[in-house]
């Protein structure tokens, strides 16, 4: 016996086959789309390197020093391994560079000026050769370190705030500029005065602490104290860095409407003795970069193809939402659509990144949460 189909069904599958046959190619455009615009914004792609002069020879030198220093943003790695790979790239800077310019700027004497030149580097390049050359990739997508510092003077203590203009905090700055780590200062207002004092930074009363770090979402803070001595003219720092990290299970940005002044625990401490500013923001970089990285970075392995579907998609609209924010994620390397039912889109996700992995880092900003028992196939949900 033959099965007849009604007309109302015909039309009812032709239009799902058409909405499905449409959201691929929208899919596929947006994301091409999105890479583009990503190269063009990522601040961690772009890197100022000073030079003596325009010449082709110190350019390729300055290039080669940013590409590393670059590479050194992506992974977390202070010391990018000198494999034959990348050894190649270096022998090459410009393949990796959509444009450089030449720009002017102020010494830290401001009495001259100093020539540096810009490089803006392509973000597809770059994330090729890290793959190729087997290096960890490390979520730009970072959460904040906040940095409570007091410093012990003659005659007072005080908070390095965002407004401060010290040498300690441009060197603190500048230091997290070049390894890529999102930091921020105090904005000692009203409400940061109220919560911490300079006892409470000096002494490492870390409840005052806690409660006022989660304010900036911060996943975990610094705590600094510092003794300065003058010798021959030149100030010299000694103290240490204390690291608090959110405990595991913990996001950062729900901290501050949950009031859990004990959501962060100790998580290293690294003391100086006589380093000038430079060494004294290096250390405190380094000990915060260390920690992220080693969370957030997905480390070089086979790649993968995960199967995950997410619910709460209820028009094109919300599709590409979905995919260009899938897009962002540097170890997501393709994504197909598999399946559309009602609310629910099945994909297939390519990285390197294992699949518990892959799903932690999705939920992690609060846009996707996970549904699904441990047992069954990923199924997230979409919040837009």
Sequence with gaps: MTSITSPDRQLSSLCKTIAFASLCLLLTFLSAKGRAAESHEDRLYRVDQQVLDQSGENRRLAAQDA?????????????????????????????????????????????????????????????????????????????????????????????????????????????????????????????????????????????AL????????????LIGRFSVQEILGERLYSGEWQLMKVQAGENPLDLLKANKPNAFVAAGVRGFQAQKIAGVARSAVDLATTSLAEEYAIFSRDRQNHLISVSGLDNLQSYSKLVVYLQDFEFIERVDVLALQDDVISLQILSSATLERLVTLLAMEGRLTNLATAEAQPLLSWQG
Excluded at 188 to 198: A, K, N, Q
Excluded at 210 to 221: D, L
């Design 67 to 207: 590409l590393l220093t670059v590479l050194s943003r992506l992974t977390g790695l202070a010391s990018i391994p000198r494999s034959g790979v990348v050894n190649a790239a270096l022998k090459s800077p410009d393949r990796y560079y959509s444009k450089f310019d030449y720009v002017r700027s102020q010494g830290r004497d401001r009495s001259a000026q100093m020539l540096n030149i810009r490089f803006t580097f392509q973000t597809e390049s770059v994330l090729a050769l890290v793959r190729q050359a087997g290096l960890p990739i490390w979520w730009t997508k970072r959460p904040q370190t906040v940095v409570w510092a007091v410093v012990d003077e003659p005659g007072q203590r005080r908070i390095l705030g965002a407004d401060d203009s010290s040498s300690l905090v441009q060197g603190l700055l500048a230091q997290a500029d070049l390894r890529g780590l999102p930091v921020a200062l105090p904005l000692m207002d009203l409400d940061d005065s109220i919560l911490v004092s300079v006892s409470d930074v000096w002494g490492k009363f870390t409840d």
């Design 210 to 221: 806690n409660v006022a770090s989660a304010r900036y979402g911060a996943a975990q803070y």
